[in-house]
């Protein structure tokens, strides 16, 4: 189709524009109307009677000017997002009683010179998304001004061939939306048929009829428990949230994961922020495959709450504080809840036990021991003695999932007193004076800085039961206290 002898021009020269300035405030002396509001335009291609308008009142004049009638095409002039602005819906019938909102422009072809069915489809052309993304002006709302609203650019062919276009374009969507409502009957149908074997796997399905006595989960099949979540893990464990960079991150680099990560029950690495390179990473939060992620909080209700299996992931992106992540108990967390139990002081070699001696007490053969050692890999050691230890860094990992604190808000807690109070003192047997934690508590806080390269210690082999005798506070000290 040749476009050559189309004539461009503004909006204006081809209909009337009409900012409405209809409420939807009743007032006594006016006359009952129907109003046709910005949701109505928003969410339809088409104004017509079977549409439920709010009821309101107009003026005499405002009835005379904005009541519908065929061939007018409303758009959308202001709005919180610019990509709402400027969406049409066009009237093919009249609509007496029927007048344009607020918010709303009414345009009223010239017969002679444009087909308002053509208008409609014009309006959503990507040039005139474009004149209206750098026309439209804002900060918390966004909106066209009458002006630059007439000054749309439109490309427009004779009459007959803007009826002919019109004409086309509206048999092509019918056979479209037709496509798409048997897509998404038939994913309504598949939606259907996963729950239904979600509830068979999961719950038993035709076979559950023991009954639990929870309003949840009713019955199970016969031999079946129903438990808490927290009795049948380890742990629960949340990540993260530093202001971050809008970007994926590069190969090298350490990302945030957002809450959508985990929704709908399938995980999504692209779904994170780039940790700006200010920030140093938190390595213990890193997700591996095999990881259960749970999201914690969303947009939408309807997304708190769902799981997602981490089959295979991208190395260096961190649990976000919208997740949770679940601790699956195993060799390696007997093992480590041992030490963070037994412990006085939370250091290395803090217990040391003999191999033997442990596999009896945690009821595992030496052989499970020796592989929960490997999996707990710079976290706990065995010597070649068969003796078995913790290092300072399992405290810091484990703590608080068994010890009722975090290592990690202790640390920002004594970071902060660093940074922000020159009076805070530098000896750790000090700062329990003002804290009150102790040497188990507190020396795993300051195996966290230390061990994060976010403060310099002083170490000594008379320095009874602390990691240090003298903390100092950095550059890394003040960054690390203002990311959080």
């Known amino acids: 189709m040749s476009t050559s002898t189309w004539t461009l021009a503004p909006l204006k020269r081809f209909a009337e524009v009409m900012p409405s300035n209809v409420d939807k405030h009743s007032v006594d002396e006016e006359q009952v109307v129907r109003l046709c509001n910005y949701v109505d335009v928003y969410r339809n291609e088409r104004v017509t009677n079977e549409l439920d308008f709010m009821v309101a009142t107009a003026s005499d004049a405002q009835i005379a000017r904005f009541t519908l009638c065929a061939d007018d095409v409303i758009v959308t002039k202001d709005s919180e997002e610019p990509t709402d602005i400027g969406i049409p819906a066009y009237v093919p019938e009249a609509l007496p009683g029927v007048v344009c909102g607020y918010h709303l422009a009414l345009l009223r072809p010239f017969a002679e010179k444009i087909h308002g069915a053509f208008l409609h489809w014009a309006l959503q052309s990507a040039e005139v998304h474009d004149y209206y993304s750098t026309a439209a002006t804002g900060i918390s709302r966004y909106a066209l001004s009458i002006n630059d609203l007439g000054m749309t650019p439109l490309r427009v062919p004779c009459l007959s061939e803007q009826i002919r276009i019109a004409n086309f374009l509206d048999g092509k969507t019918v056979r479209i939306d037709a496509l798409i409502a048997e897509k998404e009957k038939l994913q309504s149908t598949l939606e259907e048929w996963r729950s239904a074997e979600f509830a068979r796997i999961c719950f038993g399905g035709v076979s559950a009829t023991e009954s639990t006595g929870n309003a949840w989960i009713p019955v199970l099949p016969a031999g079946w428990r129903c438990a808490r979540l927290k009795h049948l893990i380890a742990g629960i ?135 929960a050692v490997f999996e707990l890999k710079g976290l706990v050691t065995k010597h070649q003695l068969e003796l078995i230890y913790p290092e300072e860094e399992l405290f810091v990992r484990f703590d608080k999932f068994w010890m009722g604190w975090d290592p990690a808000e202790d640390a920002l807690r004594v970071a902060s007193g660093l940074v922000n109070d020159e009076n805070f003192p530098c000896e750790p047997s000090e700062i329990d004076a003002i804290v009150g934690w102790g040497p188990r508590r507190l020396n795993a806080a300051i195996a966290f800085l230390v061990g994060r390269s976010l403060i310099k210690d002083v170490r000594a082999m008379d320095g009874g039961p602390w990691l240090a005798v003298h903390l100092m506070k950095t550059d890394a000290t003040r960054r690390f206290v203002k990311s959080r």
């Open 237 to 371: 464990e949340q990540g993260w949230s530093p202001e971050c960079e809008a970007r994926l991150t590069d190969d090298d680099e350490w990302g945030v994961l957002k809450a959508g990560a985990a929704n709908g029950g399938i995980y999504r690495e692209t779904e994170h922020k780039a940790l700006p390179a200010s920030l140093a990473p938190l390595p213990e939060l890193e997700v591996k495959p095999g990881d259960v992620l749970v999201t914690r909080a969303s947009g939408s209700a309807d997304l708190v709450g769902s799981f997602a299996y981490v089959y295979q992931t991208r190395p260096h992106l961190m649990l976000s504080d919208k997740n949770f992540r679940l601790k699956f108990a195993g060799a390696d967390t007997a093992l480590a809840k041992f030490f963070v139990e037994t412990t006085k002081e939370a250091r290395k070699l803090d217990p040391c036990i003999e191999l033997d001696e442990l596999a009896s007490k945690l009821s595992l053969s030496e052989e499970d021991v020796e592989d």
